[in-house]
């Protein structure tokens, strides 16, 4: 087993990928903003444990979504959707830029929150691989 095959290694590259791919989303609504009848897209977060619970009626050990973990060298996949923003001017856009920028900021400090816990696991691997007396 791999370093990257480490369950935990894998979760927090699952959420980089997928703080990544909202910052991309969250640019094209910014760029977008002044484009008639364009209506701003973010990623959906993904569902919590007790919803899934709710859902799937119980817990297997099964991949039925899309949006599950991606199996060893499979990349996620995540679909934006369409999310409008509070106001909608005359021409049908419904992009906020400054509610945009709250989306951009929110999303900064929950992928400096992941890069932070990565390097604190790294230096807990590296803590436990040393040799005893180091």
Do not use: C
Not at 90 to 111: F, I, P, T, W
């Amino acid at each position: 087993m791999g370093f990257a095959d480490l369950p935990l290694i894998s979760q927090i590259k699952g959420r980089l990928t997928w703080l990544d791919e909202r910052q991309r989303v969250i640019a094209q609504n910014v760029a977008n903003s002044d484009t008639p009848g364009y209506v701003g897209r973010d990623l959906q977060m993904p569902t919590d444990f007790a919803a899934a619970l709710r859902e799937g009626g119980g817990v297997r050990m099964a991949r039925t979504s899309a949006m599950h973990i991606a199996p060893p060298g499979q990349p996620a996949r995540f679909d934006a959707v369409a999310a409008p923003d509070s106001e909608t001017t005359l021409d049908g856009n419904a992009v906020v830029v400054e509610e945009q920028m709250l989306k951009m900021a929110e999303s900064r400090m929950a992928y400096d929150a992941a890069i932070g816990f990565y390097q604190k696991s790294m230096q807990m691997l590296r803590m436990a691989a040393r040799p005893p007396g180091r």
